[in-house]
C-alpha cells in the first residue's frame, strides 16, 4: 500500500504538476510507458513473490521511483524550479524502500517495520507540504467564486513550523521509534497541524464537496498525530491503530481529492463533483474511522471490523472508478487537446 499505492499517487501528481510548474511539455509516449509497465511489473512481482528469488522481485520492485526521478529532474533542473528539493523527499522515500526490503532479505520484521513506519513519516511530510499549498489556494479560489470574502487570515511562520514538526517526528522514529520521545513529537506536531487548519477556515466550505474533503484529508493529520502521541505517552487503548487514521485518513483521502479535482479540470469539466463522488469521499472516511478506532469501540471481532474497512475504501474507489473512467478515456470537454 505504502510502496504500490501511494508511490503511484505521488507519481501521478508529479507527472501532472511539473510541466505546469516548469512550463514544459507534458509527459507522454515511451518514458511514460516505461513508467507504467515498471509500476506494474513491480507489482506483479510482489504479488506472486512466493515464486520467484526474493532478490530480483526487490531490483524491480525498487526501480520504479529512480525512473520517475530521472523522468522529473530534467525540466525541473533546467528551469531552477523551487519545487525541485521535493526530489529529495523523493530519494529519502526510496531509502526507506530500500530498508524495507533489506530487512525482509535478512528475515528481520522489526527493521521492515521501522522502515515502513519512517516511509510512512515522509509521506506525510509530502502531505503537509503540497497540501499546505492547495488547500489554502483552493479554498481561496473557491470562496471567490462563491462570491464571498477570499482572504484567509494565515501567520506564513506556521507552515515552515509544520514542515519542521513533521521533519522532527520523522528523525525521531529513526532514531527512537515507539518511544516517549517519538510520543512527544507527534503531540507537538498534532497541535501544529490543527492550528494551521484552523486558518483555512474549513467550515466555509462545506456546501462545496471538492473544497471541504481537502480540509478533511488534512484533518486527519493532526488526529492521527494525537492518537499517536495518546498511545506512545499514556498507553491509550482506542489510540493503538493511529497508523490507519494517517494513511487511510490523511494520505488516501488527500489522495482521492486531489484525484477527483485534477480529473474534471484536466478534462476540461467544471470543479463540481457529482453526488456518487461525494459518497465515495465519505465511505473512505468512515473506512478511516472503522479502522482507526473499531477495534476498541465496535462490539465485533477484529478480522470482522478489519473487513468491515476494506469494503468501505473498496466501495469509495470503487464509486471513483464508476464516475471516473469514462472521464478519463474521453476527450477534453472543452475540445482541447489532452
Same mark, same amino acid.
Given at each position: 500500500m505504502l510502496f504500490g499505492f501511494i508511490v503511484a499517487a505521488i507519481a501521478g501528481f508529479l507527472l501532472t504538476a511539473v510541466p505546469s510548474w516548469t512550463g514544459a511539455r507534458g509527459f507522454a509516449g515511451w518514458p511514460l510507458r516505461l513508467l507504467a509497465a515498471l509500476w506494474v511489473l513491480?507489482?506483479?512481482? +510482489? $504479488?506472486? $513473490?512466493?515464486?520467484?528469488?526474493?532478490?530480483? +522481485?526487490?531490483?524491480?520492485? #525498487?526501480?520504479?521511483?529512480? &525512473?520517475?526521478?530521472?523522468? +522529473?529532474?530534467?525540466?525541473?533542473?533546467?528551469? *531552477?524550479?523551487?519545487? %525541485?528539493?521535493?526530489?529529495? +523527499?523523493?530519494? &529519502?522515500l526510496w531509502g526507506t524502500h530500500v530498508a524495507f526490503y533489506w530487512g525482509l532479505l535478512h528475515a528481520d520484521a522489526g527493521f521492515a517495520r521501522h522502515a515502513l513506519l519512517v516511509g510512512i513519516d515522509i509521506v506525510l511530510l509530502l502531505v503537509t507540504v503540497i497540501g499546505g499549498r492547495i488547500v489554502p489556494a483552493f479554498t481561496s479560489t473557491a470562496l471567490r467564486q462563491r462570491g464571498g470574502a477570499s482572504q484567509l487570515r494565515a501567520w506564513p511562520g506556521l507552515t515552515p513550523l509544520s514542515i519542521g514538526a513533521m521533519l522532527a517526528v520523522a528523525i525521531v522514529d529513526i532514531c527512537?521509534?515507539?518511544?516517549?520521545?517519538?510520543?512527544? !513529537?507527534?503531540?507537538?506536531?498534532?497541535?501544529?497541524?490543527?492550528?494551521?487548519?484552523?486558518?483555512?477556515?474549513?467550515?466555509?466550505?462545506?456546501?462545496?464537496?471538492?473544497?471541504?474533503?481537502?480540509?478533511?484529508?488534512?484533518?486527519?493529520?493532526?488526529?492521527? #498525530? /494525537?492518537?499517536? &502521541?495518546?498511545?506512545?505517552l499514556g498507553a491509550v487503548s482506542f489510540a493503538a491503530y493511529y497508523l490507519h487514521a494517517l494513511t487511510i485518513g490523511a494520505a488516501a483521502t488527500m489522495i482521492?481529492?486531489?484525484?477527483?479535482?485534477? $480529473?474534471?479540470?484536466? %478534462?476540461?469539466?467544471?470543479?463540481?463533483? !457529482? *453526488?456518487?463522488?461525494? #459518497?465515495?469521499? #465519505?465511505?473512505? &472516511?468512515?473506512?478511516?474511522?472503522? *479502522?482507526?478506532?473499531?477495534?476498541?469501540?465496535?462490539?465485533?471481532?477484529?478480522?470482522?471490523?478489519?473487513?468491515? /474497512?476494506?469494503?468501505?475504501?473498496?466501495? /469509495?474507489?470503487?464509486?471513483?472508478?464508476?464516475?471516473?473512467?469514462?472521464?478519463?478515456?474521453r476527450p477534453r470537454a472543452d475540445g482541447k487537446p489532452g
Amino acid at each position: 500500500m505504502l510502496f504500490g499505492f501511494i508511490v503511484a499517487a505521488i507519481a501521478g501528481f508529479l507527472l501532472t504538476a511539473v510541466p505546469s510548474w516548469t512550463g514544459a511539455r507534458g509527459f507522454a509516449g515511451w518514458p511514460l510507458r516505461l513508467l507504467a509497465a515498471l509500476w506494474v511489473l513491480g507489482r506483479i512481482g +510482489v $504479488s506472486t $513473490s512466493a515464486l520467484w528469488p526474493p532478490l530480483p +522481485v526487490a531490483v524491480l520492485d #525498487l526501480a520504479f521511483l529512480p &525512473a520517475l526521478a530521472a523522468c +522529473v529532474l530534467p525540466p525541473l533542473a533546467r528551469e *531552477r524550479n523551487r519545487n %525541485t528539493p521535493l526530489l529529495a +523527499v523523493l530519494a &529519502a522515500l526510496w531509502g526507506t524502500h530500500v530498508a524495507f526490503y533489506w530487512g525482509l532479505l535478512h528475515a528481520d520484521a522489526g527493521f521492515a517495520r521501522h522502515a515502513l513506519l519512517v516511509g510512512i513519516d515522509i509521506v506525510l511530510l509530502l502531505v503537509t507540504v503540497i497540501g499546505g499549498r492547495i488547500v489554502p489556494a483552493f479554498t481561496s479560489t473557491a470562496l471567490r467564486q462563491r462570491g464571498g470574502a477570499s482572504q484567509l487570515r494565515a501567520w506564513p511562520g506556521l507552515t515552515p513550523l509544520s514542515i519542521g514538526a513533521m521533519l522532527a517526528v520523522a528523525i525521531v522514529d529513526i532514531c527512537r521509534p515507539d518511544s516517549a520521545w517519538a510520543g512527544a !513529537a507527534a503531540l507537538a506536531a498534532a497541535a501544529i497541524q490543527l492550528a494551521r487548519l484552523a486558518q483555512w477556515q474549513g467550515w466555509r466550505t462545506l456546501s462545496m464537496p471538492i473544497v471541504w474533503v481537502l480540509h478533511l484529508a488534512y484533518l486527519w493529520l493532526p488526529i492521527g #498525530l /494525537a492518537l499517536k &502521541a495518546a498511545a506512545l505517552l499514556g498507553a491509550v487503548s482506542f489510540a493503538a491503530y493511529y497508523l490507519h487514521a494517517l494513511t487511510i485518513g490523511a494520505a488516501a483521502t488527500m489522495i482521492v481529492a486531489v484525484m477527483t479535482r485534477a $480529473s474534471l479540470g484536466h %478534462t476540461g469539466r467544471p470543479l463540481t463533483v !457529482a *453526488r456518487p463522488t461525494t #459518497l465515495a469521499y #465519505l465511505l473512505l &472516511a468512515a473506512a478511516a474511522a472503522v *479502522r482507526t478506532f473499531g477495534p476498541a469501540l465496535i462490539p465485533l471481532p477484529f478480522t470482522d471490523i478489519v473487513l468491515l /474497512a476494506a469494503l468501505l475504501w473498496a466501495a /469509495a474507489f470503487a464509486l471513483y472508478l464508476w464516475v471516473y473512467a469514462p472521464i478519463l478515456v474521453r476527450p477534453r470537454a472543452d475540445g482541447k487537446p489532452g
